[in-house]
């Protein structure tokens, strides 16, 4: 998450962000709750560049988070971070 969070970070991450996508995906649904806010910020993140968004949006994620948001009943505040 770090990584993300500077310019040259998300720089890298646009360049592999298919990959990075899907294992940030991949570790929304992760059964260790404490994992997903540093999921949900480095998504944040990289969804700041557009290169990444178009990608995101190729890769279907809007829906995969809105399906993630409708099912998410056993953390509340993950599913505010994921509405913002």
Do not use: W
């Amino acid at each position: 998450m770090n990584l993300c969070l500077r310019t040259e970070g998300r720089k890298k991450c646009a360049e592999v962000a298919e990959q990075a996508i899907t294992v940030l995906a991949s570790l929304l649904t992760h059964p260790n709750h404490e994992t997903r806010p540093y999921v949900n910020s480095s998504l944040y993140s990289i969804l700041t560049l557009k290169s990444v968004r178009d990608k995101a949006i190729h890769q279907n994620l809007e829906s995969r988070l809105r399906t993630l948001i409708r099912t998410e009943t056993a953390n509340s505040e993950t599913k505010g971070q994921l509405e913002f």
